[in-house]
């Protein structure tokens, strides 16, 4: 299965781009698509369009109104949908987020109800990715 991040707006903190760059590297077929930021509608639009151009593939879309689950319950749901489809998409709206309610993801998955920067959710995300592959691999970067 290929894994990638769509996001809108480029990462600018280069000690979060450096951390992101080692996880990226680290999980196979993952590759992270860096949209141009506009307004919110644009945005969406953007990303619909990016997502048309995937075949079998599942999107999860990031917002503070999605289902939290751990690092376990991640991983099992990575391994899960790694069973039954080609491709898997995660989408980082904005800095104004996502219309509401957000109807061109399968699904829509909450990093925490806090809120980070732009940077810190894509570095959080990929660090997960990163962690739910090696929880599968029964690794012990994952020490719980």
Do not use: W
Not at 58 to 67: M, T, V, W, Y
Not at 77 to 101: H, R, W
């Amino acid at each position: 299965m290929k894994t990638t991040l769509i996001q809108i707006g480029k990462n600018k903190d280069k000690f979060l781009k450096d951390k992101i760059e080692y996880y990226k590297k680290q999980i196979p077929n993952f590759e992270i698509i860096e949209l141009k930021d506009s307004d919110k509608d644009k945005n969406e639009k953007a990303i619909i369009e990016k997502l048309s151009e995937f075949s079998d593939v599942f999107s999860i879309a990031l917002s503070e109104e999605g289902k939290e689950l751990s690092s376990k319950e991640f991983s099992d749901k990575i391994s899960k949908l790694e069973q039954e489809y080609k491709n898997l998409v995660f989408c980082i709206a904005g800095p104004d987020g996502f219309n509401k309610p957000i109807t061109f993801a399968n699904e829509c998955l909450s990093l925490s109800k806090m809120t980070f920067t732009h940077d810190m959710a894509q570095l959080f995300l990929v660090e997960q990715i990163y962690r739910a592959k090696e929880i599968k691999k029964g690794s012990k970067y994952h020490r719980v």
